[in-house]
């Protein structure tokens, strides 16, 4: 016993300082857990009143650089979701597998490798949020909870869409650019590869509209703009999705092979003294329709003020969504609440959330885990949709948030 307890001592004094000399490694983190007390009340008056225990988005991460000469760094970072619920997990349905060019392994976030300059900018490979999402995740007050933008902005609500599988995406085999600042202005570029390992299938047509799928390898791209100067943010961003065969990569769904769908979007954020106001536009199209026309596509706008008083943070949002092609498919989500904080890294959070969808839509939280599901969830890896139209749901969520 005691030679072997010396052969790990020696072993852990070899390669403890190699790890050290590599690269400055930071473990980092967050652990978010609540209490959600949710309803529904359905068009057909139909209702569900459940309480859970959830997890809002935990994460570890460890992330470090390597200076390699010449004013250049090697990054690297590995993030990987937590859930202290023992299987609700917001954060693996807000960025997991069951959207379009989502993440599927494992509740993975943004992991990657790369290099980046002061002078020339960052450039990295791996699993990495859309510069498209970028651009206005700021503008969220209340980003992680059940009353995540998501629920209404990237999203669609109808014909079998929802929140997670539309845009705002953290996509795998992702290729990014992020400018330096100049002078408040950063770009940013994605391009995502398919990941297909085969080309179209003789004959394949997707059973969306009927077309013929010309394109079933399926890739996308994402740019961005975004001006901070001082009190002020601007920002726009644009991303195209084009779709492959179901089973040939990681943009590959058979019912939309060969087709597309598109976004851009305008923000805006100034902050007066201890007051931030918020303000974003959204227009999405796609052929996913008869003879290649828009079916689910619509305009999104969204709105927050956020108000800090000491320790204490009062957040207000709305998020509008107009109907597609098929009317009365627009929703509204109203949030309000605030945080206390108890330091610069620990506080507790009580907010109230509130969707109320049109007779055909099927708008929901963009946490699927949520204990209510009277709006619309569709994965289209097993092809199984849920939901009820024209319902309103609603949750009450007092928790703590603590990052390290």
């Known amino acids: 016993m005691n030679k072997k307890l010396i052969a790990l001592a020696i072993a852990s004094a070899v390669s403890m300082p190699v790890l050290a000399d590599t690269s400055n490694v930071t473990i980092y983190g967050t652990l978010d857990v609540g209490v959600d007390d949710a309803s529904n009340v359905t068009a057909a008056g139909g209702t569900n009143n459940v309480g859970r225990f959830a997890d809002y988005g935990s994460f570890l991460g460890l992330k470090g650089s390597e200076n390699v000469g010449n004013g250049v760094s090697a990054i690297w970072q590995i993030e990987q979701g937590l859930s202290l619920s023992g299987g609700n997990n917001a954060s693996y349905n807000l960025n997991g597998h069951t959207g379009f060019a989502q993440n599927p392994y494992n509740n993975q976030r943004n992991s990657f490798v790369g290099l980046s300059s002061t002078t020339a900018g960052t ?4 699993i990495h949020d859309t510069p498209y999402k970028m651009a206005t995740a700021s503008m969220d007050p209340f980003a992680d909870t059940l009353g995540d933008y998501n629920g209404i902005v990237g999203a669609a609500g109808s014909y079998g869409m929802s929140a997670s599988n539309y845009f705002d995406l953290r996509p795998t085999n992702t290729l990014a650019y992020v400018s330096p600042n100049l002078n408040g202005l950063t770009l940013a570029g994605a391009y995502v590869f398919g990941d297909a390992t085969n080309t179209n299938p003789a004959g394949l047509v997707n059973n969306m509209n009927g077309t013929a799928a ?6 996308a791209y994402s740019i961005a703009a975004m001006y901070n ?6 920002t726009a961003a644009y991303e195209k999705h084009n779709f492959g065969a179901g089973g040939n990569g990681s943009l590959g769904y058979t019912p939309l092979a060969g087709l597309s769908n598109d976004a851009w979007k305008l923000g805006a954020s100034y902050s007066v003294m201890d007051l931030t106001l918020s303000l974003m536009y959204e227009d999405s199209n796609d052929n996913f329709g008869p003879g290649g026309g828009n079916l689910v596509g619509h305009h999104t706008w969204y709105g927050s003020a956020k108000y800090k008083m000491g320790a204490y943070d009062v957040a207000l949002a709305y998020a509008n969504a107009g109907s597609g092609a098929q009317s009365n498919t627009g929703a509204d989500q109203y949030t309000i609440g605030g945080d206390y904080n108890f330091s610069k890294n620990t506080q507790a959070f009580l907010l109230y959330t509130r969707i109320a969808n049109d007779s055909n839509a099927y708008y929901n939280f963009a946490d699927t885990t949520a204990p209510v599901a009277g709006g619309g969830y569709y994965d289209p890896n097993t092809g199984v949709f849920s939901g009820v139209a024209g ?5 009450v969520s007092l928790g703590i948030k603590h990052s390290f």
Do not use: C, K, R, V
């Open 123 to 126: 450039i990295l490979g791996g």
């Open 214 to 219: 010309a394109n079933s390898t399926g890739d």
């Open 229 to 234: 100067l001082g009190p002020a943010y601007l």
């Open 391 to 395: 319902a309103t749901i609603s949750a």
